[in-house]
């Protein structure tokens, strides 16, 4: 970077007209030739890899201004040894300039080997104890055996190799690496993660991945640069006295150049902060040159010009306002510019033959091919990547860690330009500019995410560049009370989790849910205007919007929607942005990002947040169609079955094709005819005498089927015949089958499990799920401990799936681990692959290791997540089975017996087996073998009915046919099918929402209106006629019997009362009798309200009625008397009886070893005992009135295990209960509920009161 041509009154030669004569002729003469490059006598060459060429050319008019860029303070960046900071490169007034690059770093003091070493371990220790809150406890392993090694400690300190390491780790190494990493251990390297190389980043065969990394004198390359940086965790620096070599890295921050950044005063104008020009190359650059020309006006630099061609003018004019446009000779003789930037829009080349073409002979990494290009061309180096690397001719280095992959866009390289080039024509100095603008570029696209354009780029820089100025002038960013931004999420436990994440940098807000819906009334949407939708801010979520709106428009900032993953997440964020545009919080300036995770993990929320998109208005619309199609299902077909069906339920879209499947379940239960089969089982012994048992196959040459044998009869004549034989072994045949892994979990599969194995409703898996899922508190930290529960994919992301192979073969070896990774399709309706499975976060956190932390519930279903994600990437299991056939020396009869063990137990080893996996071995057998009969049995059998749905076989009924989704709740089945895939349609974006619900209405409405006229009376008669084979008891063969127990002459009609349906008969007033549908038994009407007798104590009358609900008893006739509900299960209501069910309450006496009393009563829901303000329900007991203290007691304490138990008296005198609420055991002392961690059933009184005493 000579100036040998600089005149010596310190002016640039370029301000000679000649040699601008000659700069653009030289120009003039490369676009024409289409060329990217054009080398000039001085200046920064900023090459960006896999993007494009640019260069930015800055002269200037004074020999001092020169010589500070020459000598500046970025080309000392490595001149000096720094042992505190990582990245403190010395400030302008402190530079130096060193001639051999191989001298550029001071040497160390003359330190024993010994004496380092002492150093660095006591480094170690000291920075361990800042970070680990359970100190440092361990073991020396000098020995690494890998068939050995094991880990027990709290913390593993990997100090194999550190630095130098040049080539793959051995076997046995890399085994012990995978067996550190699925260990779940704090990991702390020593100077380097083993397996890294330190001046690439390469992993060598395999690596350690650690937590913290302490590293002696300077930071390396390694630490910085792709994959290293990703293995070493955070990385502290510690003195020893070591010499800086020429390893040493610096990690692109604000505090390298803050303080360089040029910063306007009252004395600044347009032309003094800089004058930039932005060079056209023919009318298709426009786009570029024009985002590159707003970047640099943008970062800084007082004017703009572009400058082009004559017949270009006109098409500036109209894409910019704020920046010159002038033609080239205007341009290049103004001696107020000072940088030109060439190249945006001239890329004729593909990338990679571009970068080719301009350096077609450097090898090596990244940081050496950066080095290498700006040695050759003398000139500073921008490499840009997933690590982009800032390099200048005498060898100084910067890494850049903080752009997002949504950066990868078109025109984002040419803002890059255009950022670099204002800063230069702002007076910063070259080197120091390339680092600022990278890292500038990097944050403004954090900003946004996937769906970033290059103009949002431009947007974000005023902001980005007030919060850089803003927080060198305090120190801190919390100091000038200035955030990056609001996130919004739904719950306060997943807020709190996420803010301890992104810590103050961010304000983090809960919505509790949905923030605005329909009102619940008729009208909310017309279907005749577009189905406009009228919303309201639903009451409950009123003030926690309020907060929403106040903390956006107090902090000015851009906000963070970080909603579920699903339809429903997307438009909660869509409404919250709604609600805070029409409050005016925020302006269309602002930018609104929507932050998408599948985990609330640290390394999920801060990938997400650097990695935002704009709000999926597909997703948007599908949730907006299915609320609005519920909404107009339910207020039209709810008022209609009102109107004709006084006292039903409502109807919904989804609940009525439930009730649908329940419905004809029971049908088919009540209308199942059980029929009778038998079998004949026979037990032999081989000639050593083992048993076996078979059943029989062929009888007479005839194959037997399931109900070949009808009855006891040809059974015992069947049996009787096979008694009489002699046997021989006729044939054996072994075969293998396998077994494969279920696939991970979905919602659906998990809510079945969990109710199979846990014994959980669907209600409470999801909540459980929900809290693992927001987070758990682990040793201090809220940790979450697995993906969105909510999904119906099965995919697991490759890097999930690395990490959970590497657990198996640690845990397992290597024959447990299938060749490569299962993948698993969704085969019911409807599947969405949007989100991943449910599974662990972290796979290396066992079950084992969180028993400490989580409660039981907790405990039992992250286990569950935890073995069936193992097990679907582990090997098949393998089943031996052998199959034999014993014949009769007739040959008139076969027994038929099947053998099976278990060969390899695979996935089993982890997940378990079923009850249908139970092993029968077989003895050893061989053809024409005898066998001698030991025992016939024949065995009688019947059909069964279907089963009534569970909670868990109903939600996997619906996932079957298509209706069931997991974001939503639960009439013709297709119907609704089908609608859910146009909803998947619609959110895919291959299907226009509206277009939807237009062809659903018409078809809806046009069914609405032709039921509306139908008389109630001929839809009585209708289901009546649909319910003859629910509600009617059949008196003789397939005769249905309607006829009227009452008076013999009529037939029972369905009837509609005030409050529910019931039968009565067709000849009513004549008749007046009735009984409720499903009830053996019936009354007349004119038997209420009936007078029972008289009460001994008050001598009122004692009336049996009627009501709402069903029958009561009254005492009096005084609207006011006492009244008590009849319980289900008393057949009769005598008088004697109606005096028990009066005298309730009573106490029966005090609970054992208290004072406190127990109560007897009944209430609308049957009888209960009454203690401590807890009910408990006495079931399966008629005479419950004659119930004992001691019975009362029993039943308490049989309940009371399910609910809660007395512990004890506190110190204060009050009762300590363990109680097991919605999210596992607590303690409740008073009015005070103190949480237990762990398995807080087994707490004892002492620690109870302790943990009180502590909460207090």
């Known amino acids: 970077m000579s100036r040998a041509d600089a005149g010596s009154d310190g002016m640039s030669a370029f301000d000679d007209p000649a040699y601008r004569e000659r700069y653009r002729e030289k120009f003039i003469e490369a676009q024409k030739r289409g060329m990217d490059m054009v080398v000039y006598p001085d200046g920064a060459i900023v090459l960006i890899e896999n993007k494009m060429v640019m260069y930015t050319y800055g002269w200037h008019k004074r020999r001092r201004d020169f010589e500070r860029v020459k000598a500046g303070s970025m080309s000392a960046a490595v001149s000096r040894r720094r042992s505190s900071v990582a990245g403190d490169v010395p400030n302008e007034a402190s530079s ?39 100190g440092v406890k361990g073991k020396n392993v000098p020995a690494l055996a890998p068939e050995s090694f094991s880990i027990h400690e709290d913390v593993v300190v990997d100090a194999i190799f550190g630095i130098g390491l040049s080539r793959p780790m051995d076997e046995g190494l890399q085994k012990i690496a995978s067996k550190i990493n699925s260990s779940g251990k704090y990991v702390v390297a020593v100077d380097m993660p083993s397996g890294i190389n330190s001046d690439t980043g390469e992993v060598m065969g395999a690596a350690i991945r650690s937590d913290l990394t302490v590293t002696f004198s300077c930071l390396k390359f390694g630490h910085v640069i792709s994959p290293g940086r990703y293995h070493s965790g955070e990385v502290r620096i510690k003195d020893i006295g070591l010499a800086v070599n020429g390893t040493q890295a610096f990690r692109n921050t604000p505090d390298l150049w803050r303080a360089l950044i040029p910063k306007p005063d009252y004395r600044s104008h347009k032309y003094n902060r800089g004058y930039a020009a932005v060079c056209s190359v023919g009318v298709r650059s426009v786009g570029a040159v024009k985002l590159a020309a707003l970047a640099a006006l943008r970062i800084g630099s007082g004017a703009v010009a572009v400058a082009c061609a004559d017949e270009e003018i006109c098409l500036y004019a109209h894409a910019l306002t704020a920046v010159m446009y002038k033609p080239y000779e205007e341009v290049l003789s103004d001696s107020r510019v000072t940088t030109l930037l060439i190249g945006p829009g001239g890329d004729l080349l593909d990338d990679a033959l571009k970068y080719k073409r301009v350096f077609p002979d450097l090898k090596g990494n990244v940081v050496e091919r950066a080095r290498a290009a700006a040695r050759i061309s003398g000139a500073i180096i921008v490499l840009k990547g997933h690590d982009t690397v800032i390099a200048q001719p005498d060898g100084s280095v910067v890494v850049n860690n903080n752009a997002p992959s949504s950066l990868a866009t078109i025109g984002s390289g040419d803002v890059l330009a255009g950022i670099i080039t204002g800063l230069i024509a702002a007076g910063m100095p070259e080197f120091a500019a390339a680092c600022c603008g990278v890292w500038i570029h990097g ?36 100091h000038v009370g200035l955030v990056m931004g609001v996130v919004i999420v739904e719950s306060p436990s997943k807020a709190k989790t996420i803010s301890k994440y992104l810590g103050g940098k961010y304000k983090v807000v809960a919505s509790f849910g949905h923030v605005r819906d329909f009102p619940a009334k008729s009208g909310s949407v017309d279907p005749d205007d577009d189905f406009r939708m009228i919303y309201e801010i639903i009451p409950k979520s009123e003030k926690y919007v309020d907060k929403i709106v106040k903390t956006v428009s107090s902090e000015k900032s851009g906000i963070y929607l970080a909603t579920d ?11 919250i942005v709604e609600v805070l545009r029409e409050r005016s919080a925020i302006g269309e300036d602002v930018a609104v990002n929507r932050m998408v995770f599948n985990e609330v993990t640290k390394r999920a929320v801060n990938a997400a947040i650097n990695d935002c998109r704009s709000i999926n208005m597909d997703l948007v619309h599908a949730q907006q169609a299915r609320r609005v199609l519920d909404y107009l299902v339910g207020f039209t077909l709810s008022p209609l079955l009102w109107r004709k069906l006084p006292g039903s339920k409502s109807a919904g879209r989804v609940q009525s094709v439930a009730l649908r499947l329940v419905c004809e379940r029971e049908h088919e239960i009540e209308q199942f005819d059980s029929r009778e089969y038998w079998d004949i089982a026979v037990l032999l012994k081989n000639k050593s005498g083992e048993e076996l048992t078979a059943t029989l196959k062929h009888y007479n040459g005839e194959k037997l089927g399931k109900f070949a044998i009808p009855d006891a009869d040809s059974a015992n004549a069947i049996a009787e015949h096979v008694r009489k034989g002699s046997y021989h072994v006729a044939s054996v045949e072994a075969k293998q089958t396998k077994r494969n892994p279920y696939p991970p979990f979905i919602t659906s599969s998990l809510q079945q499990e969990a109710s199979t194995k846990l014994g959980f409703s669907a209600k409470n898996t999801m909540m459980v799920a929900q809290k693992l899922y927001e987070g758990v508190d682990i040793g201090g930290e809220t940790v979450g401990l697995i993906t969105y529960m909510r999904t119906d994919g099965f995919y697991i992301s490759t890097e999930a799936i690395s990490y959970i192979r590497d657990t198996i073969k640690m845990q397992f070896g290597d024959k447990y681990l299938t060749k490569s990774p299962r993948k698993y399709v969704k085969k019911v309706k409807n599947a969405q692959e949007a989100h991943e499975a449910i599974r662990p976060t972290d796979i290396t956190m066992t079950p084992d290791s969180l028993a400490k932390y989580l409660s039981d519930d907790q405990l039992k279903l992250y286990d569950l997540i935890w073995r069936r994600t193992m097990a679907s990437q582990m090997e098949s299991a393998v089943i031996d089975q052998v199959v034999v056939d014993i014949q009769s020396r007739d040959g008139t009869v076969v027994l038929h017996a099947v053998g099976s063990s278990l060969g390899f137990d695979g996935y089993q080893k982890v997940y378990g087996t079923d009850d249908d996996d139970k092993r029968n071995m077989l003895p050893q057998l061989e053809v024409g073998e005898d066998c001698n009969l030991v025992e016939v049995s024949p065995n009688q059998h019947f059909t069964q009915p279907p089963p009534r749905y569970s909670e868990a076989s109903l939600v996997k009924k619906m996932e079957e046919i298509g209706i069931g989704r997991p974001s939503t709740r639960y009439v013709e089945y297709d119907f609704t099918a089908n609608l859910e895939e146009e909803l998947d349609l619609i959110s895919n974006g291959n299907m226009a929402w509206k277009e939807v619900l237009r062809r659903f209405w018409h078809k809806f409405i046009s069914d609405v209106s032709t039921v509306k006229g139908i008389e109630v009376s001929e839809i009585l008669k209708s289901i009546t006629k649909d319910l003859e084979g629910y509600a009617f008891s059949s008196s003789s063969g397939e005769v249905v019997d309607r006829s009227c127990p009452g008076c013999g002459k009529g037939e029972l009609m369905l009837n509609i009362g005030k409050y529910k349906a019931f039968l ?9 009798y009735t009984r409720g549908i499903g009830d053996e038994s019936g009354v007349c009407r004119d038997e209420f309200p009936k007078v029972l007798g008289l009460d001994d104590a008050t001598q009122e009358e004692i009336v049996l009625k009627n009501g709402p609900y069903g029958e009561y008893l009254q005492l009096g006739n005084n609207a006011k008397g006492k009244r008590v509900a009849i319980p289900r299960g008393i057949k009769e209501i005598t008088l004697d009886v109606a005096k028990k069910l009066l005298s309730l309450p009573i106490i029966l006496g005090n609970y054992p070893d208290t004072v406190q009393d127990i109560k007897l009563g009944t209430g609308r829901f049957g009888p209960y ?10 079931k399966g007991r008629e005479d419950f009135w004659n119930l004992t203290l001691e019975e009362a007691v029993s039943v308490i304490d049989s ?14 005198g009050k009762e300590i209960y363990v109680c097991k609420g919605r999210y596992g055991f607590y303690l409740k002392c008073g009015d005070r509920n103190v949480a237990i961690k762990g398995k807080g059933g087994d707490i004892t009184l002492e620690d109870a009161v302790s943990l009180l005493n502590q909460k207090a």
């Open 443 to 478: 944050e403004c696209g954090k900003r946004y995410g996937i769906g970033l354009i290059a103009d949002d780029i431009i947007q974000q820089i005023p902001r980005e560049l007030t919060l850089l100025v803003a927080s060198f002038c305090e120190g801190r960013f919390s």
């Open 1064 to 1072: 009565g008969c067709n000849r009513y007033p004549e008749c007046k």
């Open 96 to 134: 130096t300039v060193q001639s051999d690059e191989d001298e550029v770093f001071e040497q160390g003091s003359d330190v024993p080997v010994e004496e380092l070493i002492l150093r660095a371990g006591a480094a170690v220790v000291e920075e361990m104890s800042t970070q680990l809150p359970w």
């Open 1169 to 1178: 005992v009454l203690y401590g303000g807890t009910y408990f329900s006495v």
């Open 565 to 575: 993953p699903d339809r429903e997440g997307e438009a909660i964020a869509w409404h």
């Open 1199 to 1212: 309940q009371a295990q399910k609910k809660s138990r007395l512990l004890g008296l506190h110190d204060n």
